[in-house]
């Protein structure tokens, strides 16, 4: 792992007057970005060839003479052959000498390869770098240690498919959509074998992910992804933020809830089993008295990273739940940074984040004003690995 003595060099060549924000053009750039720009802010987002109009045409900023932001929010696009070229070392002293602060996101982390992450990006990260390895499922101290560890409660894993005695979902990656799922679900050993040969058949999932996949029991409620905010500046007010609360579309799975139980039973081959694939988001809140519970669940899992995975969390972090027929919450992933679906709440804010700062703060601007508030205090050092 790269030390944070080593970054803290780098940090000391900038012209904190003349910060970007950086991130991978994809996931929750957007939020980012917009956040940013409220804040003062230039922007700059890493392209690849091929997914780049979104960001350096549609939604490109334009800025008066004087500076002043009249549309978009992407000031400047730097678009790469494959996104894996930013660790080439000429690259990355170009986001030094343009003090890029970099924000992580969940693209970066998939299309970069873990290790040289920790070990060779020498740029900031704002964040906790350490952390990013927690979300990938199968490691050590994945974040199911990381919940076990905290006390948290999290769906029970079934070890052997024989086992199987009620719901499960069977957590694995797509064959052909590589970072995508190939989760499905099954009430029986039978239904299991069935539905994962059928499967394997459609080249959606490989017998190898499905000997390694994950079998959980699954929980059968409404499904509320947690958009909070830890704050380590914060010294007079609390430093754990719930700004918002959004949920998942999912394909090909919302198209088969929108069919008549009838018609689904018909269905036949590729069309009988729904994928997984997120492909957008929508905004929620919660009852009152379930927001104590959420709090509660930031606090045990905050506490924990910071014993196993110093310095801790810094700025965004998603708990993904379900809640149960008896308001309990169950925590089924977590994204240990920016979560996926806080574009919803983009220039508009989260309602959460809204009622605690009296403006519009999405995920993004709370990020941006983090970054603000540490550039004019000098405690930059504190919110970067």
């Known amino acids: ?46 392209c690849q060839e091929g997914r780049d109009k979104t960001y350096a045409r549609y939604l490109k900023a334009q800025r008066a ?56 990006f020498a740029v900031p990260l704002v964040g906790s770098r350490a952390l990013l390895r927690s979300e ?11 919940l076990q560890k905290a006390g948290l409660p999290f769906p029970k894993k079934i070890e052997d498919p024989q086992d199987i005695s009620g719901l499960v979902i069977i957590k694995l990656h797509h064959k052909v959509k590589k970072l995508e799922r190939g989760f499905f679900t099954a009430g029986s050993y039978k239904e299991f074998r069935e539905k994962s040969r059928n499967l394997i058949f459609h080249n959606v999932i490989t017998e190898e992910d499905l000997a390694s996949a994950r079998i959980e029991e699954y929980i059968i409620g409404p499904v509320f992804n947690l958009d ?26 919302d198209g088969h809830v929108r069919l008549p139980a009838p018609q689904q039973i018909t269905l ?53 739940t379900c809640v149960d027929k008896d308001l309990k919450f169950y925590i089924y992933d977590v994204a240990p940074r920016v979560g996926g ?15 605690l700062w009296r403006t519009n703060v999405s995920t993004g601007r709370r990020l941006a004003m983090e970054i603000r508030r540490a550039v004019e ?3 930059i050092k504190k919110i970067v690995t």
Not at 92 to 108: A, G, I, M
Not at 291 to 309: D, S
């Open 268 to 320: 036949e081959g590729a069309q009988a089993t729904p994928e997984y694939t997120v492909c957008g988001h929508n905004s929620a809140t919660m009852r009152e008295s379930l927001l104590e519970g959420a709090f509660a669940l930031a606090e045990k899992y905050i506490k924990a990273v910071e014993e196993h995975y110093p310095p801790g969390i810094i700025g965004p972090f998603c708990l993904q």
């Open 1 to 46: 792992m790269i030390s944070r003595d080593r970054i803290f060099e780098v940090v000391d060549r900038y012209d904190l007057k003349k910060v970007k924000i950086g991130m991978v053009a994809s996931h929750s750039a957007l939020d980012v970005c917009d956040g940013a720009v409220e804040e003062g802010f230039r922007t700059l987002g890493i």
């Open 341 to 355: 679906g806080t574009n919803v709440h983009m220039w508009v804010g989260h309602p959460y984040g809204n009622t």
């Open 377 to 379: 205090t000098d405690e």
């Open 136 to 146: 990938e499922r199968g490691e050590e101290k994945d974040y199911y240690w990381l």
């Open 65 to 120: 003479a004087d500076g002043r932001l009249l549309r978009g929010v992407v000031d400047e696009c730097w678009t790469l052959e494959k996104f894996k070229e930013m660790m080439e070392p000429e690259f990355q002293e170009r986001l030094v000498k343009e003090n890029v602060l970099f924000v992580p996101n969940r693209s970066f982390t998939s299309y970069i390869d873990l290790k040289e992450i920790e070990d060779s």
């Open 228 to 253: 909070f905010f830890y704050s380590p500046l914060e010294q007079r007010m609390e430093r754990i933020e719930l700004l918002g609360v959004d949920w998942r579309f999912e394909t090909s799975l």
